[in-house]
Protein backbone atom coordinates (compact mmCIF):
# COMPACT_ATOMS: atom_id res chain seq x y z
CA UNK A 1 0.00 0.00 0.00
CA UNK A 2 1.71 3.39 -0.82
CA UNK A 3 2.55 5.51 2.01
CA UNK A 4 1.73 9.64 1.50
CA UNK A 5 3.00 12.21 4.00
CA UNK A 6 1.35 16.07 4.83
CA UNK A 7 4.65 18.13 4.55
CA UNK A 8 5.07 21.94 4.48
CA UNK A 9 8.09 22.90 6.10
CA UNK A 10 11.57 21.67 4.06
CA UNK A 11 12.77 18.80 7.37
CA UNK A 12 9.49 17.21 6.85
CA UNK A 13 9.34 17.00 2.71
CA UNK A 14 12.76 15.82 2.79
CA UNK A 15 11.84 13.13 4.94
CA UNK A 16 8.86 12.44 2.65
CA UNK A 17 10.90 12.09 -0.45
CA UNK A 18 12.74 9.92 1.88
CA UNK A 19 9.96 7.40 3.25
CA UNK A 20 7.16 7.91 1.21
CA UNK A 21 6.00 7.33 -1.97
CA UNK A 22 4.45 10.48 -1.97
CA UNK A 23 4.02 13.60 -0.14
CA UNK A 24 0.36 15.84 0.00
CA UNK A 25 0.55 19.77 0.27
CA UNK A 26 -2.08 22.34 1.30
CA UNK A 27 -1.76 25.87 1.31
CA UNK A 28 1.42 25.46 -1.01
CA UNK A 29 1.07 27.70 -3.96
CA UNK A 30 2.63 26.56 -7.37
CA UNK A 31 6.07 28.85 -6.65
CA UNK A 32 6.43 27.28 -3.33
CA UNK A 33 6.13 23.92 -5.20
CA UNK A 34 8.63 24.78 -7.86
CA UNK A 35 11.07 26.45 -4.95
CA UNK A 36 10.97 24.23 -2.08
CA UNK A 37 8.75 21.36 -2.13
CA UNK A 38 10.26 19.69 -5.83
CA UNK A 39 14.00 20.54 -4.17
CA UNK A 40 13.11 18.68 -0.73
CA UNK A 41 11.71 15.77 -2.29
CA UNK A 42 14.45 14.89 -4.42
CA UNK A 43 16.74 15.55 -1.53
CA UNK A 44 15.28 13.37 0.52
CA UNK A 45 14.85 10.36 -2.65
CA UNK A 46 18.90 10.68 -3.51
CA UNK A 47 19.18 10.74 0.71
CA UNK A 48 17.42 7.19 0.12
CA UNK A 49 19.01 6.02 -3.10
CA UNK A 50 15.65 6.57 -5.19
CA UNK A 51 14.55 8.84 -8.10
CA UNK A 52 11.90 10.79 -8.33
CA UNK A 53 9.77 8.64 -10.76
CA UNK A 54 6.68 7.45 -9.63
CA UNK A 55 6.48 9.16 -6.40
CA UNK A 56 3.12 11.38 -6.37
CA UNK A 57 3.10 15.08 -4.83
CA UNK A 58 -0.33 15.59 -4.91
CA UNK A 59 -1.48 19.35 -4.43
CA UNK A 60 -4.74 20.51 -2.75
CA UNK A 61 -5.86 23.31 -5.69
CA UNK A 62 -8.58 25.06 -4.20
CA UNK A 63 -10.78 26.22 -7.24
CA UNK A 64 -14.09 27.71 -8.23
CA UNK A 65 -15.56 28.69 -12.09
CA UNK A 66 -16.84 32.42 -10.77
CA UNK A 67 -18.01 35.29 -12.87
CA UNK A 68 -16.74 37.38 -10.15
CA UNK A 69 -13.66 35.93 -8.30
CA UNK A 70 -14.50 38.27 -5.27
CA UNK A 71 -16.90 36.11 -3.92
CA UNK A 72 -14.73 33.22 -3.93
CA UNK A 73 -11.89 34.86 -2.42
CA UNK A 74 -14.15 36.36 0.48
CA UNK A 75 -15.16 32.61 1.18
CA UNK A 76 -11.59 31.40 1.30
CA UNK A 77 -10.68 34.66 3.07
CA UNK A 78 -12.64 32.94 6.01
CA UNK A 79 -11.76 29.78 5.85
CA UNK A 80 -7.53 30.43 6.19
CA UNK A 81 -8.60 32.35 8.83
CA UNK A 82 -6.79 29.42 11.45
CA UNK A 83 -4.38 28.44 9.44
CA UNK A 84 -2.65 32.17 9.36
CA UNK A 85 -2.26 31.41 13.25
CA UNK A 86 -0.46 28.20 13.16
CA UNK A 87 2.92 28.03 13.47
CA UNK A 88 4.01 25.47 10.37
CA UNK A 89 1.55 26.97 8.07
CA UNK A 90 2.77 30.60 8.92
CA UNK A 91 6.29 29.85 8.86
CA UNK A 92 5.60 27.72 5.08
CA UNK A 93 3.65 31.32 4.09
CA UNK A 94 6.61 33.55 4.71
CA UNK A 95 9.00 31.36 2.92
CA UNK A 96 6.58 31.71 -0.05
CA UNK A 97 7.00 35.50 -0.06
CA UNK A 98 4.12 36.29 1.98
CA UNK A 99 5.34 37.67 5.62
CA UNK A 100 3.61 40.81 4.71
CA UNK A 101 0.48 39.31 4.82
CA UNK A 102 1.51 37.40 7.96
CA UNK A 103 2.40 41.01 9.56
CA UNK A 104 -0.83 42.65 8.36
CA UNK A 105 -2.97 39.72 9.58
CA UNK A 106 -0.84 39.74 13.19
CA UNK A 107 -1.71 44.08 13.37
CA UNK A 108 -5.57 43.05 13.26
CA UNK A 109 -5.34 40.28 15.69
CA UNK A 110 -3.51 42.03 18.17
CA UNK A 111 -6.68 44.32 17.55
CA UNK A 112 -9.47 41.66 17.58
CA UNK A 113 -10.19 42.98 14.36
CA UNK A 114 -11.90 40.13 11.95
CA UNK A 115 -12.59 41.71 9.54
CA UNK A 116 -9.57 43.24 9.38
CA UNK A 117 -7.83 39.62 9.91
CA UNK A 118 -9.56 38.70 6.54
CA UNK A 119 -9.02 41.24 4.52
CA UNK A 120 -4.85 41.33 5.65
CA UNK A 121 -4.83 37.49 3.44
CA UNK A 122 -4.04 39.30 -0.23
CA UNK A 123 -5.41 39.26 -3.86
CA UNK A 124 -1.75 38.13 -4.39
CA UNK A 125 -1.85 35.39 -2.20
CA UNK A 126 -5.19 33.93 -3.26
CA UNK A 127 -4.99 34.58 -6.83
CA UNK A 128 -1.36 32.29 -6.22
CA UNK A 129 -2.92 29.98 -4.53
CA UNK A 130 -6.28 29.08 -6.67
CA UNK A 131 -7.39 28.09 -9.97
CA UNK A 132 -10.67 31.13 -9.59
CA UNK A 133 -12.48 32.40 -12.91
CA UNK A 134 -13.33 31.35 -15.71
CA UNK A 135 -13.15 28.08 -17.06
CA UNK A 136 -10.24 28.73 -18.57
CA UNK A 137 -8.87 30.37 -15.81
CA UNK A 138 -9.54 27.38 -13.65
CA UNK A 139 -7.93 25.17 -16.19
CA UNK A 140 -4.74 27.63 -16.46
CA UNK A 141 -4.61 27.68 -12.48
CA UNK A 142 -4.49 23.79 -12.43
CA UNK A 143 -1.95 23.59 -14.83
CA UNK A 144 0.13 26.08 -12.64
CA UNK A 145 0.06 23.54 -10.17
CA UNK A 146 1.61 20.64 -12.45
CA UNK A 147 3.68 23.02 -14.07
CA UNK A 148 5.45 23.76 -10.80
CA UNK A 149 5.79 19.83 -9.82
CA UNK A 150 2.31 18.73 -8.04
CA UNK A 151 2.04 15.14 -10.34
CA UNK A 152 -1.88 15.30 -8.65
CA UNK A 153 -3.32 19.02 -8.31
CA UNK A 154 -6.10 17.91 -6.30
CA UNK A 155 -9.08 20.02 -7.27
CA UNK A 156 -11.03 21.12 -4.02
CA UNK A 157 -14.13 23.01 -3.60
CA UNK A 158 -14.38 26.87 -2.57
CA UNK A 159 -17.91 27.21 -0.21
CA UNK A 160 -20.65 28.86 -1.69
CA UNK A 161 -19.38 27.79 -5.81
CA UNK A 162 -20.74 25.40 -7.74
CA UNK A 163 -18.37 22.65 -7.65
CA UNK A 164 -19.58 20.19 -10.61
CA UNK A 165 -19.01 23.02 -12.71
CA UNK A 166 -15.37 23.76 -11.53
CA UNK A 167 -14.84 19.72 -11.82
CA UNK A 168 -15.71 19.91 -15.51
CA UNK A 169 -13.60 22.89 -16.62
CA UNK A 170 -10.77 21.81 -14.79
CA UNK A 171 -10.72 17.82 -16.47
CA UNK A 172 -7.91 18.06 -18.99
Do not use: H
Not at 123 to 138: I, M
Not at 164 to 170: D, F, G, I, K
Amino acid sequence: MPIYVAALSPAMLRLAGEVADGAMLWLCNPEYIRAVVVPELQAGRERAGKTMEGFEVVAAVPSAVVDDPATAFASMRRDLLTYFSLPFYRAMLERSGFGEDIAAYDEAAAGGDGEAMQAAISERFLQALTAVGGRDDVRAGVERYRSAGATSPCVGPIPKTDFETTLRAAAP
